[in-house]
């Protein structure tokens, strides 16, 4: 059974031939790429109404509250995150794909 | 230049110089021209009376022959011998001068220029030996420089070795000047008569070689019939019976040989090992020969490059260097197109000769020119330029003339490569040349090349500090120089990339070691500091593994084509992303505003925290059997430049399998996990991080901390009142932290400075210390850590591990600038007076290390 580093990773991602910091670069650029979409998925998911809510919470680092509200609004809320994390990076493949292309 | 020869050969008896004298008034009588045996070294007799041998086959003179052998003995115990101090050194230097001087007897009057080729590739042996000896005494000289003494010597013993053998088979006066032959044999003392069957069977032995050259099957098997009828001649004739038969039998084979030889295609010096192990007709044993040839240029090349070294700059030096390179390049090649042929190529062979031949030329040169320069007057010895460390992009208009051009650094690194790959022009150093080469070509096509001055190359921290960095540089006679800023110019190639342009791990690791130790020799101030192999114009080279971690991102500009194209790449894949994120919250001013307020904070976001944080997480925490289950299925099934779609649920089921029951059941720990799997999946431990560190992911950073640590009950999770709004108080604070010790907002390096603290928090920088008789670091730590770490006493070890292991990892450079001295700098060696900047020490992240490493030992 494989045993994946930060290395191996970076290898099945094919930019492990970058050096470190511009892995971390990219890696982080895309990072908050995927952060966004969830949030922003999060916000569309909840009722109008609480949107505000949750939003301020964000602004003001309150995370717990933020949480314990998303939760409240949305089945599930972990596995959601999952699926919305999913969907993100699946975007960054297409994009990635659709440059190569 | 050479030393005078010792006199190191037996002495004559009176009898023997007698002999002698007979002998060379005899040969002066057959108008051959011979050094008189007084005038070479008495080491060198041998060697000389084995070429005397050849001519008495010829006059039949009876001079006392020592055996052929105990000079090549000599040369063999020459090349055994090994310097361990500069006297041994300077003895062996010595007895390599003598035999210089023999070569010199005994090449005189040969027109062979492959001979004479050789032998200049002696003496260029003995220049670089010399010039080792000149530099200082021999503790003065790096182990890299007395191996290379050493590996000199060796070779120079096979140079002169394989003289004096071609010598020995070719018999050159015997072919080549059957016209000088006395007309009469030389009379010979009766009293010699027993000793003269002796040498006639020599000659036959010297016979049989030159035989042996001839390429000729039937021709040669005739000459070596009439040998053998020679033999039993003289093998039936009576002791001190007249040896008339014998002598014309000797002069019918000469002769015979003679046109066979002449009839062939004149097999240059360096074929003629070739040609011998070739008898059966073996190509592959003929192309065998040549590579030696060529590798024995790729050593003197080497050792050229070494002699020249601080003379690249002068247009002589610089040309014959570039035209011994090419030379290789040529050989090789014919070489490279031998392998397909049934039979070695004459033509072909001939041509290497001729290359060979001028390889030497230039080389003689080169020693010439080093010479010439290093003879006169230096004038204004060196004079040290003061540059800002700072990427100062150069006038083009006004740009000095280099002192390491791009073709310099281009020579220096394909040098370098011939070094490794044994040949000095495959298809990896042409790799390596064209990575330069189009370094060359951006540096000039580009008006905004970033010249990267190396703040690291700075032998002395203090000036670092003060944005300065010295700059070597040579005034050598009239040809003054100026250089400024871009004498650090340099090429940087990681190990990575060198791999990629065809390095095997074995050859990277040896480049690197190379570098290191030219860097130790060429100038020990400086500090290696950079990821991978530094060209420097000065033909240092500065090698350093940089650990995960380093602060420097490499210019895009200075990365390979593919790279710059895989950076590009997916930066804009970033941009389009956000582009598109953008268009789709337009419409909501809420959305824009949440977006833009994360954006600030990301980018106010401090690099580690952007990239590697999540992988000192990885580092630290998942590395071997931490991590198991599926994943390492699921991620093999991944292929970000495919387009195929990560395992989330792969990575999913592998955290899942990790993580323990109450962490699988608890909400947190499934937020925890989700996160944990999309940083995993996506290859992007940062992800993680950022979601933890952004106003969103402060939701899970607890979840994470509990999740991770696996003893969610262990850590205490702050109230919203002590949690700081932005920060990773639990994360870097040690311990129990209270209200008056956490920093503002948790991350203590950013809030606490500048704010008067009345103690040491565990987040404010260690003071700096200077290094008193019985310090360790370890004390140090231990007395700086006390005062600030609660329960420090109970983890003591622990932390303080953690502290060591940290400094451990730290890059060369970083710890230079930390104080620590060694090469490469050793924590565990410091001394009193040295300060060490212990204040350059991250406690932010130290406290994470610490506190991960608490949390393994609670688990």
Known sequence: MNLPTREDIVRELNIGSLPLENQNEIIGDLGHFILTEVVLATVDKLPADVQGAFSAFIEEGKGPEAEALASEHIPDFPTFVAQESAKALTKIKETYAAQAS | ?859
């Open chain 2, 1 to 859: 230049m050479p030393k005078e020869a010792p006199k190191t050969g037996r002495p004559l008896s009176e009898a023997e110089r007698e002999q002698q004298l007979a002998a060379r008034g005899r040969v002066e009588d057959g108008k051959v021209e011979i050094k008189k045996s007084g005038e070479v070294s008495g080491k060198g007799l041998d060697s000389l009376a084995s070429a005397l041998e050849t001519k008495k086959a010829i006059t039949g003179s009876a001079i006392e022959t020592p055996a052929p052998q105990s000079d090549e003995e000599n040369l063999r115990a020459l090349g055994q011998k090994e310097a361990t101090s500069v006297e041994s050194a300077q003895e062996i230097l010595g007895e390599i001068d003598a035999e210089i001087e023999n070569l010199n007897s005994l090449l005189k009057g040969v027109s062979d220029p492959s001979l004479r080729s050789r032998k200049s590739a002696a003496v260029a042996r003995r220049n670089v030996l010399a010039k080792f000896l000149e530099k200082g005494g021999w503790e003065e000289l790096s182990i890299s420089q007395r191996n290379t003494f050493n590996t000199t010597v060796k070779q120079f013993s096979e140079t002169a070795l394989g003289i004096k053998q071609a010598l020995t088979k070719s018999g050159e006066e015997i072919i080549n000047k059957p016209a000088t032959m006395p007309e009469k044999t030389p009379h010979v003392p009766k009293a010699e008569k027993p000793q003269q069957k002796e040498e006639d069977h020599f000659i036959i032995n010297n016979l049989l070689i030159e035989a042996a050259r001839v390429q000729d099957e039937s021709a040669r098997e005739e000459i070596i019939a009439d040998i053998d009828g020679l033999r039993q001649t003289l093998g039936a004739m009576a002791d001190g019976a007249e040896s008339s038969v014998f002598k014309e039998g000797v002069r019918e084979i000469v002769e015979k040989t003679r046109k066979a030889l002449e009839a062939q295609a004149p097999a240059p010096e360096s074929m003629k090992v070739a040609a011998d192990v070739s008898e059966g007709g073996v190509v592959r044993e003929k192309i065998k020969s040549l590579r030696q040839t060529l590798r024995a240029l790729d050593n003197d090349f080497a050792n050229t490059i070494q002699y020249a070294s601080g003379f690249q700059e002068n247009p002589v030096i610089s040309d014959s260097l570039l035209k011994m390179r090419e030379v290789g390049s040529t050989i090789q090649k014919l070489i490279n197109s031998m392998g397909e042929m049934k039979d070695v190529d004459d033509m072909s062979v001939t041509e290497i000769n001729r290359q060979s031949a001028l390889f030497h030329e230039e080389l003689n040169k080169v020693y010439d020119e080093v010479e010439r320069l290093s003879a006169e007057p230096v004038g204004t010895a060196e004079v040290v330029a003061e540059v800002a460390p700072t990427e100062i992009p150069p006038n083009p208009a006004t740009e000095p003339v280099l002192r390491a051009t791009p073709d310099d650094m281009l020579f220096d690194t394909k040098a370098r490569a011939e070094k490794l790959f044994g040949s000095n022009l495959n298809a990896e150093a042409q790799a390596l040349e064209d990575f330069v080469a189009e370094n060359k070509r951006r540096r000039e096509t580009s008006q905004d090349v970033q010249t990267r001055i190396e703040p690291t190359l700075v032998p002395d921290r203090e000036k670092q500090n003060t944005t300065q960095a010295p700059t070597e540089v040579k005034v050598v006679g009239s040809q003054e120089k100026t250089e400024e800023s871009e004498a650090f110019q340099s090429i940087i190639l990681t190990p990575l990339q060198l791999k990629m342009l065809g390095m095997t791990n074995q050859q990277v690791n040896e480049h690197l070691r190379l570098g290191k130790e030219e860097v130790k020799k060429s100038n020990p101030d400086f500090v290696a500091n950079a990821e991978g192999i530094v060209f420097t114009p000065s033909n240092s080279t500065e090698v350093a593994l940089r650990p995960e971690g380093a602060l420097v991102t490499t210019p895009p500009e200075r990365l390979p084509a593919v790279q710059q194209e895989m950076l590009k790449s997916l930066k804009a894949v970033s941009d389009t992303l956000r582009a598109d994120q953008g268009a789709r919250i337009v419409i909501s001013p809420e959305k824009q505003k949440l977006v833009s307020k994360m954006w600030e904070k990301y980018q106010a976001m401090p690099w580690w925290k952007k990239g590697l944080v999540g992988g000192a997480l990885f580092g630290a925490g998942m590395t071997g059997a931490a991590i198991g289950g599926t994943f390492g299925g699921a991620i093999a099934l991944t292929s970000y430049a495919g387009g195929r779609a990560l395992s989330f649920m792969g990575a999913m089921t592998m955290l899942k399998s990790m993580s323990s029951e109450e962490v699988k059941t608890s909400k947190k720990g499934k937020a925890a996990r989700i996160l944990l799997a999309t940083g995993l999946t996506f290859g992007v431990p940062a992800a993680l991080q950022q979601l933890s560190e952004s106003p969103f992911g402060a939701w899970v950073r607890d979840s994470i901390s509990s999740w991770w640590n696996g003893a969610p009950e262990a850590v205490v999770t702050p109230t919203p009142e002590r949690l700081p709004p932005d920060g990773l108080a639990e994360t870097t604070v040690l311990g129990e932290p209270t209200p008056e010790r956490l920093p503002p907002d948790g991350l203590a390096e950013t809030t606490v400075l500048g704010e008067p603290t009345p103690e040491p928090t565990p987040g404010t920088p260690l003071e700096n210390t200077t290094v008193v008789r019985g310090d360790t670091v370890w004390g140090i730590l231990e007395r700086q850590l006390g005062g600030r770490i609660p329960n420090f006493a109970e983890n003591k070890n622990l932390i303080l591990d953690t502290y060591v292991k940290h400094l451990r990892g730290l890059s060369v450079d970083t710890l230079r600038g930390m104080g620590f001295e060694g090469m490469p700098p050793n924590i565990d060696k410091i001394w009193p007076g040295n300060v060490l900047k212990l204040s350059e020490i991250n406690q932010e992240q130290m406290g994470r290390l610490v506190e991960a490493a608490l949390a393994r030992a609670r688990r």
